[in-house]
């Protein structure tokens, strides 16, 4: 295996689940918390946006060594803007 290969295309954003940039979107669980509803609301008001076009959905890590999450945020802010 080349490492140096796999490296190179993880930091160039070419990994199957990207860790979420800080100020990115919007989680299920945070949106949940703002609003002071369920999780099923929060979700499908989040996928009814979704269907309207205003939002798009991404899985990305919000956490290390954690599944990833749905993050919902404006189409045009993907791919996400990393700043090392």
């Known amino acids: 295996m080349d490492a140096k290969l796999i490296e190179e295309l993880v930091g160039g954003g070419y990994e ?33 946006a979704v269907e309207a076009g205003v939002l798009e959905m991404h899985l990305m890590r919000t956490e290390e060594n954690k599944n990833p999450s749905a993050v919902y945020h404006r189409p045009k802010e993907w791919p996400p803007k990393v700043t090392n």
Do not use: W
């Open 16 to 48: 199957p689940c990207r860790k979420r940039p800080d100020d990115f979107g919007v989680t299920v669980k945070e949106y949940m918390d703002i609003q002071h509803c369920s999780s099923t609301v929060a979700r499908k008001l989040l996928d009814k």
